[in-house]
């Protein structure tokens, strides 16, 4: 089943003066505005699109790549402050909205925040929220491996090390005392799991299990 907030490769049915239709299956049948639309598209050719709601609510498709997509976090920038919250530029013509109950702090413009972007259960609309430890629940079932190659997003710093979250789905650690490079909050970096702990927890390695110290090493 599609939902807004994806990408998907969708067939064109049929073309207009003001852009072309595509097939998106439960969905109905969706525009591709024709300032978003290459060259030579044609009725029966496969296009990828991203899915969402522009500024008058329809649900439109676009060939603008976001920064991320529903279900994901992202380090994004704010680019305006207004009566019912901030908003951020993730990518679209149209920027993506932090209510302000869903910022953990007040934002500021020009300042960039790690967001988690959700669909709101009310309207159907692609939002964003700051309060990112209630979008990561360690307690959820995972199939990390030692050694596993993941994507990772720095989150915050610790007398430890550095918090960082797993592909848009676990927190992590990486030991300060193993990272031999610069890293910045907001940061996406590859990384892999390095050893899953007794109690669940998740230690993180950015060498592939090539550090020069290991605290939890036999001896």
């Known amino acids: ?5 994806r990408d998907y490769e969708l067939d064109v049915v049929k073309a207009v003066d003001f852009g072309f239709y595509l097939d998106a299956e439960n969905l109905g049948q969706i525009l591709l505005p024709k300032k978003f639309a290459p060259p030579g598209l044609a009725v029966g050719d496969y296009i990828v699109v991203f899915l969402y709601r522009d500024s008058e609510d329809r ?26 919250g901030t908003f951020l530029d993730w ?3 149209k920027d993506v909205l932090v209510p302000f109950y869903e910022q953990h702090r007040p934002m500021e413009v020009g300042h960039s925040y790690l967001v988690y972007l959700y669909l709101d259960k009310n309207d159907g609309r692609i939002v964003a929220s700051s309060r990112i430890d209630k979008f990561l629940d360690d307690e959820k079932p995972h199939d990390f491996k030692p050694r596993q190659p993941v994507k990772l997003i720095i989150a915050n710093s610790t007398e430890l090390g550095y918090k960082a979250i797993i592909n848009h ?20 970096i590859d990384g892999f799991i390095k050893r899953i702990r007794p109690d669940g927890k998740i230690d993180l390695s950015l060498q592939g ?7 939890y090493a036999s001896t």
């Open 1 to 5: 089943m599609l939902t807004i907030g």
């Open 59 to 84: 649900l439109v498709a676009t060939t603008q790549v976001p920064k991320a997509c529903v279900g994901e976090f992202a380090y994004l920038p704010a680019v305006a402050n207004t009566d019912f």
């Open 91 to 93: 990518g679209l013509d």
């Open 169 to 188: 789905s676990h927190w992590g650690v990486l030991y300060k005392d193993e990272v031999f490079q610069r890293l910045s909050f907001g940061q996406t």
């Open 209 to 215: 299990g090539k550090e020069r110290h290991d605290k």
